[in-house]
């Protein structure tokens, strides 16, 4: 399968190795910071502008796209501007991750190398799994989330859309983060959180609100 990427960045590249150890390729990167289309320097790939030139890389067979931008809200937006069916978007699992058979996980998802899912786990659709983080079993995560790197969600967790952990954060079990909240670096969460707030520390409590989306 070719894959094409739509977000520039340092996340693009970990996606690319992602697709690779699976013997799949990327063969284009799109970004709103390109005004025209051109090769890169190993002329492997085109890169070039979002609008316009994704609907024209999609319409050859076997392609997929994966939206390759780590804010949640970016994400979003992107989905909803290419208005593009479910089916044109691909799952990318590294191949050094462990999935349980029961767990479910959407498309347009990434899961980067040394996760753990396990079993009966559902993960939405645009969610970023990072390096290292561990998902235990029976829990849900709707779509567009990001785990950072070295998460731990304990059993029966569950996060609403949007939900941001950063790097090396902890949800104790049966605990839920409402949509769109962002819980800082190495914080332990042992309370239900409101939706659109960032939480801090241990335990993680809410710092800041902010508008609803
Ligand atoms: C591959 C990758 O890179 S994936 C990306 C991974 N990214 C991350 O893990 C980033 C996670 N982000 C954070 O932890 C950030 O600090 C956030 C989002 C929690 C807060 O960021 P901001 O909204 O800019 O808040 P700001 O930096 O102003 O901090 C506000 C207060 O919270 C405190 N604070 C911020 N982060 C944390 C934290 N992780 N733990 C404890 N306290 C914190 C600050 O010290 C500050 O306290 P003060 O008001 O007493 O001075």
Redo the contacts with the bound molecule.
Sequence with gaps: MEIILVGDS??AK?IRDCVESNGCKVVAIVDDKYEQIFSDKDKEVLKGPIDGFVHELIKKNNRKLVISI?DNETRRMIVKRLALPEDCYSTIIHTCTSISSTAKIGVGTVIMPGAVINADTQIGNHCIV??HTVIEHDCIIEDFV?L??SCTLTGGVKLEKGVHL??GSTVIPLKEISEWT??????VVIDNLPPNC?A??IPAKP??FRELQ
């Design positions: 340092g996340h970990v780590g990072n390096t990001h950072s790197p950063g790097a962002i819980v800082g670096a190495g914080s960032t801090v520390g710092i800041k």
